[in-house]
Nanobody, 114 residues
Framework: QGQLVESGGGLVHPGGFLRLSCAAS????????MRWYRQAPGNKREVVAT????????FYADSVKGRFTISRDNAKNILYLEMNSLKSEDTAVYYCYCVGRDYWGQGTQVTVSS
């Protein structure tokens, strides 16, 4: 059974930076498209970014385009999300997800506040 474990969340001021990581195990990470989702209180879970198997294509929600970067290291089985110019509306629990295996991580809280 595969497992995804996120880390890197925390409290940051508006305009700040965070890098989230998602460590994968128990499956062939390099075979699957990966995705970051987020869910703010009272909202539905939404897709933030998607990355191709090789890491050479990425897609972003309009709300994060130009500020967030998704990447992956297939040798280390790690998915990343670099978040720049953070805004209060980015506050949410962030989850990594394996497309095709329907694996979810436990989530990591990101809070953007002054």
């Amino acid at each position: 059974q595969g497992q995804l474990v996120e880390s890197g969340g925390g409290l940051v001021h508006p305009g700040g930076f965070l890098r989230l990581s998602c460590a994968a195990s128990g499956f062939t990470f390099s075979d699957y498209v990966m995705r970051w989702y987020r869910q703010a209180p009272g909202n539905k879970r939404e897709v933030v970014a998607t990355i191709s198997v090789a890491g050479d294509s990425a897609f972003y929600a309009d709300s994060v385009k130009g500020r967030f970067t998704i990447s992956r290291d297939n040798a280390k089985n790690i998915l990343y999300l670099e978040m720049n110019s953070l805004k209060s509306e980015d506050t949410a629990v962030y989850y990594c997800y394996c497309v095709g295996r329907d694996y979810w991580g436990q989530g990591t809280q990101v809070t953007v506040s002054s």
